[in-house]
């Protein structure tokens, strides 16, 4: 049998690895480690060379037109096509939400819909709806992660895809963990590093991870760590991850606090790949209080670390947490103070909270990744596309 040849896009390995950045490298490494599988190439749109990660493809092609021409493009038009950047392939494979015109079938993973729910101001971001929508006229196929996802894209982009089996669910694998044997102290020490080390390092904290934005909830935590300060005045609040124009929330909700309670609130800003393990590892407990997600994938980092969970009971983080985390209202403070409590203080549910979590989080893992992203290639090669029907253009 001939192997498919697949060009997946690998442009968020391109920045500083969020969440997608991390799936891609995940999806990535699983396929091309798969017996038998795909023939897999790499391509990257835009005009950045650099990199802020190891690990890029030694077949990368540059699609060197502007990302941001290019989606604006891309959302309102079939041209210019990828095609002659890519070579010789059978599937394309989108993975974050960028679809460009090819006369090849299409997969798109969609990894939320948050840019549905909550229009954004970014004007790239902007474009995923209306180029989603050309992508699934033109016959693509859609990974998503979680059935929730998958209810969703239905809705939205439907109706019909998911009886016409064009909505497919394959959920991620855990990003590996990093040792962090080496990893401090830091050569060049930075301000929030140095702050780690002086007020959390060494005492039990309660971890969040994850960009700064209104859907992550996180002045919500901090208004609930501190209703869970009085009671267990040795631990800390750590908050990870990159900073937007919503921090300003954050920083409100911190000063909000009393001044003694504030001091044990840490924000970190972005950190790497390193630092990160190192946060999982020595985490009391991982707080993830989000009002809406795709996955979550530092749900299952800190399952996997033997940290216990208290998640948002959202449909979502019901999904991949299954019954192996504490769940509270992501709107009642008070809700997630008592669940932040129980799994910091109770004896009982911590051993139970890191055992079913240690054993959950077993069961994602990218080779099961890239066995069902494979059938869906497969499927996908299968479907007419745009040109071999006799509707291109």
Do not use: C
């Amino acid at each position: 049998m001939t192997r498919l040849a697949v060009a997946m896009d690998v442009t968020p390995l391109l920045s500083f690895r969020t969440g997608i950045g991390l799936s891609v490298a995940g999806m990535w490494a699983g396929l091309q480690s798969m017996k038998d599988g795909p023939r897999m190439s790499a391509y990257a749109l835009g005009l950045r060379n650099g990199s802020t990660g190891a690990g890029l493809p030694s077949n990368l092609r540059r699609v060197r037109i502007p990302a941001r021409v290019a989606v604006q493009a891309w959302s309102r038009f079939e041209h210019p096509r990828v095609d002659p950047w890519l070579g010789d392939v059978t599937v394309v494979h989108a993975t974050n939400y960028v679809t460009p015109p090819s006369l090849h079938p299409t997969v798109v993973t969609v990894n939320d819909l948050s840019f549905v729910y909550d229009p954004p101001d970014d004007p790239v971001v902007a474009t995923f709806h209306p180029m989603l929508r050309r992508a699934v006229s033109r016959g693509a196929h859609i990974h998503v992660t979680t059935r929730q996802v998958a209810a969703e894209v239905e809705d939205v982009l439907g109706p019909g895809l998911a009886a016409s089996g064009r909505i497919t669910v394959v959920a991620f694998g855990i990003p590996p963990a990093v040792s962090t044997e080496g990893a401090y102290p830091p050569a060049a020490p930075t301000q929030a590093s140095n702050r780690f080390d002086e007020v959390a390092a060494g005492r039990p904290y309660v971890l969040f991870i994850g960009t700064d934005e209104p859907r992550k909830n996180i002045p919500l935590l901090v208004e609930a760590f501190g209703e869970v300060s009085a009671q267990l005045p040795d631990l800390r609040l750590v908050i990870a991850g990159r900073e937007t124009e919503h921090t300003e929330r954050t920083r409100a909700a911190i000063s909000a606090l009393a001044p003694a309670v504030a001091s044990k609130v840490v924000r970190l800003g972005p950190v790497d790949d390193a630092t990160r393990a190192r946060l999982l590892a020595d985490a009391w407990v991982m707080a993830y209080p989000s009002r809406y997600e795709g996955f979550g994938f530092p749900v299952l980092e800190a399952m996997r670390a033997g940290v216990p969970v208290v998640a948002a009971d959202v449909a979502v983080l019901r999904e991949v947490a299954g019954q192996a985390a504490l769940f509270a209202d992501p709107g009642d403070v008070s809700s997630l103070a008592g669940a932040l409590r129980a799994a910091a203080a109770d004896g009982a549910q911590r051993e139970l909270l890191i055992s079913s979590g240690k054993e959950r989080a077993a069961s994602f893992t990218w080779e099961a990744t890239a066995s069902g992203l494979g059938a869906l290639y497969e499927r996908a090669a299968g479907s007419p596309g745009p040109g071999r029907d006799g509707t291109g253009t």
